[in-house]
Structure formats: structure tokens, C-alpha cells
């Protein structure tokens, strides 16, 4: 009797970890060409730039906000109305890109995709840039 107990927890246990790892938000690759159309078409995304605020004064993506990865735990209230939104990540070569991902991840956000090429792409295929803040 009890080890067909301590089985059936050990296959629950199992089949809770599987179901888990497949829950993972996984982030789609966005291209510029993709990108220029949604803002073209005003397409409601949060284009998220986490890059510092010194970069993103430099130049950023038309319509991004800035909220650098360093200070996105603190500051995602910013964005908790985009919980199940679209929300399209970039930095500048995709390594803080990544990090964003998983801080949203872990905070329940469900869409999250990435510019492919990240800001060095855009800006090397001659893409509409903003100066300033």
C-alpha cells in the first residue's frame, strides 16, 4: 500500500515539473522589417529599450521606452497594465535583452518577444532613430 502511495506522488511530482517547464514564456524573434511595420500601422506593443539612460538619449527605437535591465525589478509597476500585452525587448546587442526577459518573465508577463539584432541591427539597417529622452 505504500509504495503505490509514494509512487503516485513521485509521478505527480514528475508530471507538475514537466507541466512546469513548458509554462515558460518562450520570446519570439522580431525582425526590424517587422518591427518598422507595427509602428508603422500604430499597433499597440510596449517596445521595451534596457539599455542606460545615457544610450537611449543617444539614439533609440521611435515610441520605446527606456527602463534600463539594472532597474527593472524597482520599476515594474511602469509596466504592470502590460502584464498581457505585447512587449517587444531590445538592447544593444542582446545580452541585457535577455536578462529583461527573465525579470518579466518570472513577474507573470506572458508575451514577450525580442528584436532581432537588437539596437545595432536597427540602427545598421538605416531604421527611423530619436535623440534624446
Not at 513521485?10 to 509602428?39: D, F, H, N, P, Y
Not at 497594465?81 to 506572458?110: D, H, M, P, W
Request: some cysteine; glycine content about 6%.
Amino acid at each position: 500500500m505504500k509504495i503505490i502511495v509514494v509512487k503516485k506522488i513521485a509521478t505527480t511530482m514528475i508530471l507538475a515539473l514537466a507541466l512546469a517547464s513548458t509554462w515558460q514564456v518562450t520570446a519570439k524573434e522580431i525582425s526590424q522589417g517587422q518591427l518598422q511595420k507595427i509602428i508603422d500601422n500604430d499597433k499597440q506593443v510596449i517596445l521595451l529599450d534596457v539599455r542606460t539612460a545615457e544610450e537611449f538619449a543617444e539614439g533609440h527605437i521611435p515610441n520605446a521606452i527606456n527602463i534600463p535591465h539594472t532597474e527593472l525589478n524597482a520599476r515594474l509597476a511602469e509596466l504592470s497594465a502590460a502584464k498581457n500585452s505585447q512587449v517587444i525587448l531590445y538592447c544593444r546587442s542582446g545580452k541585457r535583452a535577455a536578462i529583461a526577459k527573465q525579470v518579466l518573465e518570472s513577474n507573470g508577463f506572458t508575451e514577450l518577444d525580442h528584436l532581432t539584432g537588437d539596437f545595432r541591427g536597427w540602427r545598421n539597417s538605416n531604421l527611423p532613430v530619436n535623440k534624446g529622452q
